[in-house]
């Protein structure tokens, strides 16, 4: 069974960069489509991006000048870095699976994490 | 973007009560819609795929249906663990948008 799990800080600064980490188990991630949705307080959803089974990326436009997604696959895992956030990038982050060989839609959820941006 | 307007924000039912979740696209959208369900502190899962396509695994309650601008989640006789948040998210375009979300809530 595929499983995901995000880790990273739960605190940035401001200005600085946000980075999490996607472990993934039961799957390879050079199969698929792996992305990055997160939740705002008040239950907005936004998706952020994802990276493909060939390592290809795609991402939001309202994120790309601050947006990377890295993968390792000898680790099997998926990375997130944000730059220069701002308080309101505080959100849980979710990694995630695409359906089937599609990126457009999500079948297998990490838990989430949240991460608070303040100084 | 793709503006996804859903409606009610919240619905408050009883228990057998069989609902309908409405979610509106800003333009035509074909059937490229699908449905998630978040409970309290978990994860969201995916119900419903296409507008249409069923997801293996989930309750056959649950149902979508439209195409175009207008979109129904329909859940057959509400169970009390079904009271959660129903949000659909449109793939048509490449930036993948998601509504506001309808919370399914105990009257």
């Known amino acids: 069974e595929v499983q995901l799990q995000e880790s990273g800080p739960g605190l940035v600064k401001p200005s600085q960069s946000l980075s999490l980490t996607c472990s993934v188990t039961?799957?390879?991630?050079?199969?698929?489509?792996w992305g990055w949705i997160r939740k705002f307080p008040g239950n907005k959803m936004e998706w952020m991006g994802y990276?493909?089974?060939?390592?290809?990326?795609s991402y939001n436009p309202s994120l790309k000048s601050r947006i990377s997604i890295t993968r390792d696959t000898s680790k099997n895992q998926f990375f997130l870095q944000l730059n220069s956030v701002t308080t309101e990038d505080t959100a849980t982050y979710y990694c995630a699976r695409g359906y089937g060989g599609y990126s457009d839609l999500f079948a297998y959820w990490g838990q989430g994490t949240l991460v608070t941006v303040s100084s | 973007n793709i503006v996804l307007t859903q409606s009610p924000a919240t619905l408050s039912v009883t228990p057998g009560e069989s609902v309908s979740l409405s979610c509106r696209a800003s333009?035509?959208?074909?059937?490229?819609i699908h449905w998630y369900q978040q409970k309290s502190n978990e994860s969201p899962r995916l119900l419903i795929k296409?507008?249409?396509q069923s997801i293996s695994g989930i309750p056959s309650r649950f149902s979508g249906s439209g195409s175009g601008t207008d979109f129904t989640l329909s859940i057959n006789r509400v169970e009390s663990e079904d009271f959660s948040i129903y949000y659909c998210?449109?793939?048509?375009?490449?930036?993948?948008?998601f509504g506001a979300g309808t919370k399914l809530e105990l009257k």
């Open positions: 990276i493909s089974y060939s390592g290809s990326t």
């Open positions: 296409y507008a249409s």
């Open positions: 039961g799957y390879s991630i050079t199969s698929n489509y």
């Open positions: 333009q035509s959208i074909s059937t490229s």
């Open positions: 998210q449109q793939s048509y375009s490449s930036l993948y948008t």
